[in-house]
């Protein structure tokens, strides 16, 4: 396959693909449209809880999907001892973050749901690490432990109303605020300040940890740093980086929590966790982690990018040798250049260089590489 031809996202998503399917996940494909209750009692766990309903020739409610994992979750039955490997690239229909209106959106991701242990957690992280990679190679992966944040929380002992409040804190990185809310309650929260400012790998995050009373002797604590020392050991010891700002619904994660981010766009491209408790949410006891990365976000990339339609425009005119502009086309091809011949530049055409052929020849007009 000539990958020049792909576009951002159609690269990403055969690249991901192929990297998913190497650890034996297999493609999950399912219907366009799910019932609309299944996303209404599942609303924050959305991207976006805009939804396009429409009703059915039965009476029936139902919304064009803008989720994958509840439709995966919904049609995945529980198993005791092996776990359900999928992935996915679906088309959802949301609100889109870079345009702020409805769009056929390709996503990607996958699934591990079912006995899920220190391996899966681990694999489905790293996959999320090299699907960056694919995409970028100036990407970084921010990782947290929901188990460690809502410990600390839990041990201020502060009002339903103050947690709140300190959640959206902690997302929002602000020291100030967790001060504020801190006082109001009557409670100190050095420690929590301590957790949400530390950022980095393992040497750096550990003695934080442990200056707060927390240690390899806690099991959240444990896991979290042996995921990411096995990371580390990996390739990604520059790319992946503890953060404990990153937090997520607790109505629906637990464990691990992590985000992903490239050079060029401000906000996460990729985003995933253990949402074990979403699973008891819909009556299942198994486990499960997943990630999607959202494809709308590469649109901005290539907004930055001084990206050509072609790389070179042939200008020909009417009743020219066919048999010389076909070997001039045939030698820029052949050579891995996209030539497009006319007999005018079209308008707002992006080209690196114009040629025209003429009786002595191919000339060149413009170069612009």
Same mark, same amino acid.
């Given at each position: ?137 100036? +990407?970084?992966?921010? *990782? !947290? ?5 809502? =410990?600390?929380? /839990?041990? %201020? ?5 103050g947690r709140k409040q300190l959640v959206k804190c902690i997302s929002e990185k602000n020291l100030h605020g967790i001060s504020a809310v801190c006082d109001a309650e009557g409670v100190d929260g050095e420690a929590l300040r301590k957790l949400v400012s530390v950022y980095g790998g393992t040497d750096a995050v550990m003695p934080v940890l442990e200056s707060i009373g927390l ?45 992903? +981010?490239?050079?060029? *766009? !401000? ?5 995933? =966790?253990?949402? /074990?408790? %979403? ?91």
């Open positions: 396959m000539n990958m020049q031809v792909l576009k951002n996202d159609e690269k990403a998503i055969f690249e991901m693909r192929t990297l998913y399917r190497k650890y034996g996940y297999s493609q999950y494909k399912m219907s366009k449209f799910e019932e609309y209750d299944l996303y209404v009692r599942n609303k924050d766990f959305l991207v976006s809880d805009n939804i396009i309903t429409f009703t059915d020739t039965d009476g029936k409610l139902m919304a064009l999907k803008p989720d994958v994992t509840l439709s995966i979750i919904k049609n995945t039955n529980e198993s005791e001892n092996t776990v359900h490997k999928v992935y996915y690239n679906e088309n959802v229909y949301r609100v889109s973050k870079g345009t702020h209106s409805f769009k056929e959106i390709m996503q990607v991701g996958l699934e591990c749901i079912g006995a899920i242990d220190d391996y899966c957690i681990y694999e489905v992280v790293m996959l999320a690490a090299k699907s960056l990679e694919n995409i970028s190679e100036s +990407f970084v992966l921010d *990782i !947290s432990h929901m188990g460690i944040v809502s =410990g600390v929380i /839990d041990s %201020l002992g502060i009002s339903h109303a240690d390899r002797s806690n099991p959240d604590v444990n896991k979290l740093m042996q995921v990411v020392a096995a990371l580390e050991g990996c390739g990604f010891k520059n790319k992946v980086r503890i953060d404990f700002s990153v937090i997520s619904d607790t109505k629906y994660y637990n464990g691990f929590v992590f985000k992903g +981010f490239i050079e060029g *766009i !401000s906000e996460s491209i990729l985003s995933g =966790g253990q949402y /074990d408790n %979403l699973m008891r949410k819909v009556g299942k006891s198994c486990g499960a982690i997943g990630f999607a990365v959202y494809l709308d976000m590469l649109e901005r990339l290539c907004e930055n990018e001084n990206e050509y339609d072609v790389d070179t425009v042939i200008l020909y005119e009417e009743g020219c040798d066919l048999g010389a502009l076909n070997n001039a086309v045939s030698m820029l091809t052949a050579n891995g250049k996209t030539v497009m011949a006319q007999k005018a530049v079209p308008e707002k055409i992006k080209y690196k260089q114009l040629l025209k052929l003429n009786e002595r020849g191919v000339e060149i007009i413009e170069n612009n590489a």
